[in-house]
T-cell receptor, first 109, second 113 residues
Framework: SQQGEEDPQALSIQEGENATMNCSYK?????LQWYRQNSGRGLVHLIL?????REKHSGRLRVTLDTSKKSSSLLITASRAADTASYFC?????????FGKGTRLSVIA | GAGVSQSPSNKVTEKGKDVELRCDPI?????LYWYRQRLGQGLEFLIY????????KSGLPSDRFSAERTGESVSTLTIQRTQQEDSAVYLC???????????FGPGTRLLVL
């Protein structure tokens, strides 16, 4: 199985600022997914970007994918205190979708 | 329809006892995953079922851990002779296939005294 590696491990920003999290992976993928986790409960799917897409938007979320660099980024614009959570990327290729350690985002009001 | 459910929500057990954790996936989902998450840590992949294929057990930490799945329905994760380091939240997820979005249950919080 392949897991993504999120960077940074932790990020602290002020409310209203943008938050950028990065993900790197090692082998070819069919798609890459981002998830959010609040308070140690189950993960919630945020967005899926396919390997033939370079950018995707969903509300205040913007995801980019660079398959040549085997990397993706998640941008949260105009962050809110409610965005405080851990964020995980999951590259989906020829092996089961698994998760890494995540980025812990803290948005300070 | 209903989401992924897990039971029990919380389990406290004594060191050395066996525990069984249950996961009911979303109906029609062929893929089912188990993860472990220790306090303040990321997800640790344990085991994965996809249809009738042999499960991917590569994440199981020791032979005290085992899991079964009946067809494309319920799965049970069994931990034998529990140790204090087994204390964690155990999360189950299911998906339509192994490449698609995973839907998570609320988890079982296990505490081994």
């Amino acid at each position: 199985s392949q897991q993504g590696e999120e960077d940074p491990q932790a990020l602290s920003i002020q409310e209203g600022e943008n938050a950028t999290m990065n993900c790197s992976y090692k082998t070819s993928i069919n798609n890459l997914q981002w998830y959010r986790q609040n308070s140690g409960r189950g993960l919630v799917h945020l967005i899926l970007i396919r390997s033939n897409e370079r950018e995707k938007h969903s509300g205040r979320l913007r995801v980019t994918l660079d398959t040549s660099k085997k990397s993706s980024s998640l941008l949260i614009t105009a962050s809110r205190a409610a965005d405080t959570a851990s964020y995980f990327c999951a590259p989906a290729g020829n092996t089961p979708l698994v998760f890494g350690k995540g980025t812990r985002l803290s948005v300070i009001a | 329809g209903a989401g992924v459910s897990q039971s029990p929500s919380n389990k406290v057990t004594e060191k050395g006892k066996d525990v069984e954790l249950r996961c009911d996936p979303i109906s029609g989902h062929t893929a089912l995953y188990w993860y472990r998450q220790r306090l303040g840590q990321g997800l640790e992949f344990l085991i994965y079922f996809q249809g009738n294929s042999a499960p991917d057990k590569s994440g199981l930490p020791s032979d005290r851990f085992s899991a079964e799945r009946t067809g494309e329905s319920v799965s049970t994760l069994t931990i034998q002779r529990t140790q204090q380091e087994d204390s964690a939240v155990y999360l189950c997820a299911s998906s339509l296939s192994d490449q698609e979005t995973q839907y998570f249950g609320p988890g079982t919080r296990l505490l081994v005294l």
